[in-house]
Nanobody, 119 residues
Framework: QVQLVESGGGLVQPGGSLRLSCAASGSPSARYVMSWYRQVPGNERELVAAISRAGGTTNYADSVKGRFTISRDNGKNAVYLQMNNLKVEDTAVYFC????????????WGQGTQVIVSA
């Protein structure tokens, strides 16, 4: 079992920055590909960014490339999402995801943290 707890969400003006954190417990996070997803009410959850187990490979949604950076610290069992130049359309609930299915582990989700970008 892995428990994921997100933090760092809040209200920010367009052009501002936020840093989301996801703390993992119960199992070493290094076992999992870690990702951030986001969801707006009425829409499907969408992948924002993903990072490989060792952190050497990252992927981003086209809408956030050049603005968001995903990183991880396996020693701290944590993953981060630095969000710069935020736009109104980035408003969503952001979820942390741990996926270990390719190694026989399960998929886990955090409870989400709200990000609101508004003037």
């Amino acid at each position: 079992q892995v428990q994921l707890v997100e933090s760092g969400g809040g209200l920010v003006q367009p052009g501002g920055s936020l840093r989301l954190s996801c703390a993992a417990s119960g199992s070493p996070s290094a076992r999992y590909v870690m990702s951030w997803y986001r969801q707006v009410p009425g829409n499907e959850r969408e992948l924002v960014a993903a990072i490989s187990r060792a952190g050497g490979t990252t992927n981003y949604a086209d809408s956030v490339k050049g603005r968001f950076t995903i990183s991880r610290d396996n020693g701290k069992n944590a993953v981060y999402l630095q969000m710069n130049n935020l736009k109104v359309e980035d408003t969503a609930v952001y979820f942390c995801n741990a996926d270990g299915t390719d190694l026989g582990f399960s998929v886990y989700w955090g409870q989400g943290t709200q990000v609101i970008v508004s003037a």
